[in-house]
């Protein structure tokens, strides 16, 4: 969709901003640049609306080389959010969300229902907050409001210049978390620069990590974490590589441990000589239905009166994560509930347990596909390897 090759840029002074890039995002997916300050990810953003102009090699938007196409026409088709916003101060929140289709020529009433729908897309309620103006709003309300904008005339491509720069960590990952959801929607082929490398694994498809003008990798967030193709990457990403690793990999059903499964109306004497059986000091209660119940614990089944059923025993079960999640939250759950292993399910079925030996696996297995999974067919174009 967007196709850098071997693009450059040298300012009048000499400075080399970029040099040699070639790289490829594909239709729908979310690349993030990252990277030092004055690395150049902000020239190689401005260089595909052609606020800058690259002076060597050429972009390719859809296979359509920018440089033949008119600058105000080519804008049109690319939303562009900004940290600082920029939003027209005299204007209403619903009149600035509405520039873009003003601009193109729609009706008014068109533009301002548009406005209002992508005011709603980005967690803004229009009938309250379209009238206000952009200093009666909070930081990341104005964000929320940049984005909007850039939305409005539902362009392909989105660039996105650190867009949740200037609010705290915690509205900052609530904004993240928005725009993934949103993302999921309406799909558009972004670029997104930021500086901060948990933002970018959080966000990217695929990330580029920029050393001094030019990219040391581009590939998948588990694999920049998991095999960092230089020593600078390596240390761009940071020591707990593993540790942030662990938000992108998601917890399979083959990771899981089979324990032994009780059912609630089974009577708890009978349970109780199952699980000795088998060596278990637990059990997991599951309903007639394969649902997750609870657990039980041996000594409590071999105690209880006759009569009793293991539903009459079994403890709510709180450790407990949807499959699919990353091992970060499966982590994260076990510590809260100073659990020895959480229960992994797939709507209500009980799929199985991770442990933490588990959980080590699973990481481990996911490094070792990415490192040998080279199955980045595109990597001749993707990579900028021959620095
Ligand atoms: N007009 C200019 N003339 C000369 N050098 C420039 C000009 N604009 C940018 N540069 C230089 O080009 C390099 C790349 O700048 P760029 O803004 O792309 O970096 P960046 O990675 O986006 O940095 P930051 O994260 O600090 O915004 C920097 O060394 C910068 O000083």
């Known amino acids: 969709m967007i196709r850098f090759e071997q693009v450059g840029k040298r300012y009048p002074d000499g400075t ?17 640049l990252v990277g030092p300050s004055g690395c150049g990810k902000t020239t190689t953003m401005m260089m595909v609306n052609r606020l800058i102009e690259p002076t060597s090699g050429r972009i390719l938007i859809d296979g359509e080389d920018i ?21 027209f101060p005299h204007r209403t929140v619903l009149d600035n969300t509405a520039t873009v289709p003003t601009l193109m020529g729609w009706k008014r009433t068109r533009a301002r229902e548009r406005a209002a729908e992508l005011l709603d897309l980005v967690g803004l309620d229009p009938a309250l ?4 103006y952009p200093e009666q709003l909070s930081g990341g309300q104005r ?6 904008r850039a939305l409005a005339a539902d362009p392909p491509v989105l660039l996105m210049d650190e867009p949740f720069g200037a609010v705290d960590p915690v509205v900052r990952e609530q904004l993240q978390d928005e725009f993934l959801r949103m993302q999921d929607a309406v799909r558009k082929t972004v670029l997104l620069v930021t500086h901060d490398i948990e933002e970018a694994v959080r966000l990217g498809d695929r990330i580029a990590v920029y050393g001094q003008g030019r990219i040391e990798q581009f590939d998948t967030p588990g694999a920049v974490l998991g095999t960092p193709a230089t020593p600078y990457v ?45 060596d278990a000091r637990w059990g ?3 309903d007639t239905d394969g649902d997750l119940h609870g657990w039980v614990g041996v000594d409590e089944l071999a105690l209880a009166g006759p009569g009793a059923t293991v539903g009459d025993l079994a403890h709510r079960m709180n450790a407990w994560v949807p499959v699919g999640a ?35 696996e699973a990481l481990r297995r996911s490094v070792d596909a990415d490192a040998q999974g080279v199955a980045r067919d595109e990597v001749s174009f993707d990579s900028v390897s021959d620095v």
């Open 284 to 286: 997991v209660v599951l």
């Open 143 to 148: 964000q929320r409001v940049g984005v909007a």
């Open 234 to 278: 390596a240390e761009f990403v940071g020591a707990d590589r593993g540790l942030k690793r662990l938000s992108v990999t998601a917890i399979e059903p083959d990771d899981l441990e089979q324990p032994v499964v009780v059912r609630t109306g089974e009577p708890a004497g009978r349970a109780a000589g199952r699980l000795r059986g088998e």
């Open 326 to 360: 990353p091992l970060k939250q499966a982590f994260g759950v076990m510590l809260q509930h100073d659990a020895g292993w959480v229960a992994v399910i797939d709507g209500a079925r009980f799929l199985g347990v991770l442990t933490p030996a588990k959980l080590h």
């Open 67 to 87: 440089s033949t196409v008119d600058p105000v026409k080519l804008r049109r088709r690319i939303g562009y959010v900004i940290q600082q916003v920029g939003l």
């Open 16 to 32: 080399t901003a970029v040099d040699d890039l070639s790289f490829e995002v594909r239709e729908g997916e979310l690349v993030t």
């Open 129 to 132: 907050f379209g009238s206000r």
